[in-house]
């Protein structure tokens, strides 16, 4: 049987960005691993030799110094010298967002969730797809997502760091950003840990702010209050804020909150949050929100599809989609503006 020729090398499409994608689940375990072991933080300010991070780490020689390697090669580690007189240290982007003593600038707690969760549920993305249901602690409790972590005390801590942590960059761009002149209450609605409210009102000292959550994160975001010296002008008000009426406040914030439910349950709160506000008052709502040709916010469109593995029925939105059920809920028409990296922030004026 006669082959079929070959086309030179040089006219042959370049697989290279289908094997960096398809295999990327190696670079993610590799930095994954290094923040979960806290190596950036044991490189706070001081250059290591291989042989010191390994007894440190407790970690097997070959594997520590191809995992160091692997990790410089990927640009995550500088690295002076080469074989084992070679000092490893933090890249300027490592050092400040993955080193745990810098806790408003830490984003490694998304990542420790990470590993530690959806890493092994994305393994099941097909059956999410297939079935549109999700893929978490569900499969073995029975229980959606929230409620399941919220069983645990350690696990529920490691989720509210984690949304601190990934969000606390758009938080500071809205604090910088927003002209909060005109407003005396924030209230935050999914306030978790209470990031949003701490970081707004050291900004601006005229402000007072309600974090508003379930009841059993409130220890925790009273915690936080408190180590940062904001607990005089940041209430921790515990709710259901599906079964019970918002809080009044003349600002009301969403912080990645809409994007957990279906459509009914976005508007749901929409209308709440229009009920709550004063005439003139505005809802600002902080998400990935993705580019109404739906081509452009990579991240935007992954993070929708962890909300199918995540949560029933949850997902991301377009400006066109929120525009739309801005006006089913009576607020005019909607304003955006970017924030930090693929974040958005976008105005809801009653």
């Known amino acids: 049987m006669k082959q079929s020729s070959v086309a030179p090398s040089a006219a042959q499409p370049d697989a290279s960005h289908i094997m960096q994608v398809g295999l990327g689940f ?14 950036f933080t044991l490189l706070d300010g001081q250059p290591l030799p291989a042989d010191k991070i390994r007894q440190q780490l407790g970690l097997h020689g070959q594997a520590c110094l191809d995992w160091l390697d692997a990790l410089h090669s990927l640009g995550f580690l500088h690295r002076e010298g080469e074989g084992p007189a070679a000092r490893y240290a933090n890249t300027p982007e490592t050092g400040f967002y993955l080193n745990k003593k810098l806790p408003f600038s830490y984003i490694g707690a998304f990542f420790e969730m990470a590993n530690d969760r959806e890493y092994r549920f994305w393994a099941n993305l097909e059956t999410g ?3 549109g249901k999700p893929q978490n602690e569900i499969q073995d409790s029975g229980m959606e997502s929230f409620s399941a972590i919220y069983q645990s005390p350690e696990r529920l801590r490691q989720f509210t760091d984690a949304m601190t942590g990934i969000q606390i960059g758009s938080f500071k761009a809205f604090a910088a950003a927003y002209n909060f002149t005109d407003h005396r209450v924030m209230l ?3 306030g978790s840990g ?13 402000l007072r702010a309600i974090s508003y959550d379930l009841p059993q994160v409130a220890a925790l975001a009273g915690e ?3 180590r940062y010296g904001v607990a005089s002008r940041v209430q921790i008000q515990s709710g259901d804020f599906f079964a019970e009426p918002f809080p009044k406040a003349d600002l009301i914030t ?3 909150i809409l994007h957990s439910f279906d459509q009914e349950k976005k508007l749901t709160l929409l209308r709440k949050a229009y009920e709550a506000l004063p005439a003139g008052g505005v809802l600002a709502v902080i998400e990935l929100i993705i580019d109404n040709e739906r081509r452009h916010n990579t991240f935007a469109l992954l993070m929708s599809l962890n909300m199918l593995i995540e949560s029933d029925g949850g997902f991301n939105y377009t400006q066109d989609d929120l525009s ?3 006006a089913q809920t009576g607020f005019a028409a909607a304003e955006f503006m970017p924030l930090a990296g693929p974040t958005s922030l976008a105005l809801l004026r009653k």
């Open 254 to 256: 969403m912080g990645n």
């Open 324 to 326: 739309g059920w801005a």
């Open 26 to 39: 190696w670079a993610s375990k590799t930095l994954l691993s290094a923040v979960k072991l806290e190596l």
């Open 129 to 131: 797809l297939r079935t």
């Open 224 to 226: 936080n209050v408190q």
């Open 188 to 190: 935050d609605v999914g």
């Open 194 to 206: 209470a990031a949003l409210s701490t970081v707004v009102v050291q900004a601006h000292p005229h």
